[in-house]
């Protein structure tokens, strides 16, 4: 796409915004510094249907409103005007008359740059003078397909991952240098990051947006971010954004009764409340709505050359009793459940997205059974390309959580994930809601003492690197981060002073780059073909075994997991060839604090069906341990 352009406000424009099709809203809306008429100033544009009176204040004029009012566009709900003068960082808002004639002061529902909380004005801000680096990284994009990629993504909250101390927040420029490079080294592919548009309250992580056309100012410029994915670009990382459409904050400077009436919420009081949440839930079937949300979608991947987005709590939006007690909804004009305009909104963005960026990721979190989330819309699907496996999730950190002593009984929480697998494009999921709430850290999830702790984490993450789908690991859980999540502190990095824990951390490092090394472990992970049990029944000794296979017939690998702390061998497992076998990965190997039962260099493959397979070989299974087996690349040819 060409560089985005700020355009003067034209009839048309406004005709595509009132229809719900003007999917570039952010070139003529918000407040632009722009030249006219020989003077340099800023034009500003506002959508306030009810309004009595619009106007713009700043520090320029006092913040009196009878200084600078802006016009009503004939036959529009949008008010506009130019002042001159203005420059980039000029602080400003619109004084609203509302029809019950009170003032509201609103910060820019389009501004780019915010001040930095506690305080909500708008600040005026260029955004055409960065100067991107990342040519060759789109160029390549547009020739890659994802699904046949590596897509290993660490999530991370910016204000949490490093801080110089409370609410010291790291700039965007630190972030740069520090953040990127570690996410190069520990060998992940992507950063998904919990949203950063402007937000009032911390601890919302996020998710209550006030400004969505703004990268939050509690790490800098916004063009200090643009930086940051110009880095990530160039260190061949992709950048994925949390992205919330469902709902917003109610903080008075934002969107809730934008001009004195519900304009961006819906009508009805009960649906507009989100009780949940605490938030105002979007009128997804309002087009004027339908153009500000699916232009900032668009905004973030065109202005910020990001390369995807994660949409949070789709749920909320396909379905009106979300959240919901019986009488507090009323059903759809057929009688059901389903949010008509929701889902109807969910297909139209996602056409929109695919349109304009065709590789773009555009992932769902979605738990519930709504069925072709990730199918394209003319095959009657919503048209995400990804979603968030939560029932692998769920089903996985109940069974881990589970003495070893009676996974027994609940095997088939490991195997039932594989009944549906290939339903969906799947990303297993490790993210940051699992680690809130008293629901304990990852690694504080585990049973066990301090070894074993350690030794099923292992285990756990090497099954999930081996489970067919793309990966994603909240930050800290790469070296055993102890304590849950806070929002509020960084991470306790000081563990890596710690044995167990440094060693948890060059194991989840030396595990990434194995799953990047092996395409079987990705090339196929959206079709049967890339996987095969070899035993899914061993529930008495809780164990595992199957194959996953990528493009190359003569590569594959074996994974063998043992959930219990107990050696087993020999255990023989089925093989599909002939040959003599090694094992290159073992997640008890004493440098990541393993008690060392490994197996020997060479595995002979014996000519004694077994598990549905031509062959078999006796292996040593180690305990709370994950093991990957390659047959050596010479053939033996088969009687």
């Not at 991107?132 to 590596?150: G, L, V």
Request: proline share 6%; with cysteine; net charge negative.
């Amino acid at each position: 796409m060409k560089k985005w352009e700020a355009s003067p406000y034209s009839e048309y424009d406004r005709y595509l915004f009132h229809q719900g099709t003007h999917y570039a809203s952010y070139s003529f809306m918000g407040g632009h510094l722009v030249e006219e008429k020989g003077q340099a100033g800023a034009r500003f544009a506002v959508w306030a249907p009810q309004a009595r009176r619009v106007s713009v204040v700043g520090d320029f004029n006092h913040w009196d409103g009878r200084q600078h009012p802006l016009e009503k566009m004939p036959g529009s709900g949008i008010w506009a005007g130019f002042i001159p003068g203005l420059q980039e960082g000029d602080l400003y808002k619109y004084e609203i008359l509302t029809p019950q004639g009170t003032l509201n002061l609103k910060a820019d529902p389009f501004g780019f740059w915010a001040e930095k909380k506690p305080h909500t004005a708008s600040r005026l801000c260029d955004l055409h003078s960065y100067e991107w680096q990342d040519h060759k990284w789109r160029e390549d994009k547009y020739r890659r397909n994802s699904y046949t990629e590596p897509m290993l993504i660490y999530e991370v909250h910016l204000g949490s991952w490093r801080q110089h101390g409370h609410e010291d927040y790291y700039s965007y420029q630190e972030l740069t240098r520090e953040l990127v490079d570690y996410v190069v080294e520990m060998g992940y592919t992507h950063i998904e990051l919990l949203p950063i548009m402007e937000h009032p309250f911390d601890g919302s992580w996020g998710y209550q947006v006030m400004g969505y056309y703004a990268p939050t100012s509690r790490h800098g410029h916004p063009r200090d971010f643009m930086a940051f994915v110009d880095y990530c670009h160039q260190k061949g990382i992709g950048v994925i954004l949390d992205w919330v459409p469902g709902h917003f904050v109610k903080d008075d400077p934002g969107l809730r009764l934008f001009d004195g009436t519900p304009c961006y919420e819906y009508s009805e009081a009960r649906r507009a409340e989100n009780k949940g949440w605490g938030t105002s839930n979007f009128d997804l079937g309002k087009t004027e709505v339908q153009s500000f949300l699916i232009s900032n979608a668009l905004y973030w991947l065109d202005v910020f050359h990001l390369d995807g987005i994660r949409v949070d709590a789709v749920a909320s939006i396909l379905y009106l009793d979300y959240g919901r007690k019986p009488g507090e909804w009323n059903p759809n004009s057929k009688g059901g459940r389903e949010n008509l305009e929701g889902v109807a909104f969910l297909r139209k963005l996602n056409e929109e997205i695919f349109a304009r960026f065709p590789s773009a990721l555009v992932m769902a979190e979605e738990s519930t059974s709504w069925p072709l989330v990730t199918m394209p819309t003319y095959l009657g699907g919503l048209g995400f390309n990804y979603k968030w496996n939560m029932g692998w999730m769920n089903d996985m950190l109940k069974y881990m959580e589970e003495d070893p002593i009676h996974r027994k009984y609940h095997h088939n929480l490991v195997t039932f994930s594989l009944m549906y697998a290939f339903s969906e494009n799947f990303v297993l999921p490790l993210s940051h809601d699992e680690v809130v709430h008293g629901k304990r850290s990852l690694l504080n999830k585990m049973p066990g003492d301090y070894w074993q702790k350690f030794a099923n984490l292992r285990a756990f993450l090497g099954y999930m690197m081996g489970h067919p789908g793309k990966k994603l690991l909240f930050m800290g859980y790469e070296f055993g981060q102890f304590i849950e999540w806070k929002y509020d502190e960084d991470l306790d990095w000081h563990l890596l002073d710690y044995p167990m824990h440094r060693q948890m951390w060059e194991y989840n490092k030396a595990l990434n780059h194995f799953y990047q090394e092996h395409p079987p472990l990705w090339e196929l992970d959206f079709s049967w073909e890339g996987f095969e049990w070899i035993d899914a029944n061993d529930s008495e000794q809780s164990v595992l075994s199957f194959i996953r296979r990528g493009y190359d017939p003569d590569d594959f690998l074996i994974v063998v997991v043992n959930f219990t702390p107990v050696v087993r061998e020999p255990y023989r497992i089925g093989v599909p060839e002939l040959g003599v076998y090694e094992e290159i990965f073992n997640s008890d190997d004493p440098q990541w604090g393993g008690s060392g039962q490994k197996n020997a260099d060479k595995l002979q493959a014996q000519e004694q069906p077994w598990h549905n397979q031509k062959y078999s070989l006796e292996l040593k299974l180690p305990p709370l341990a994950t093991i990957f087996l390659r047959k050596g690349k010479e053939r033996d040819k088969e009687g």
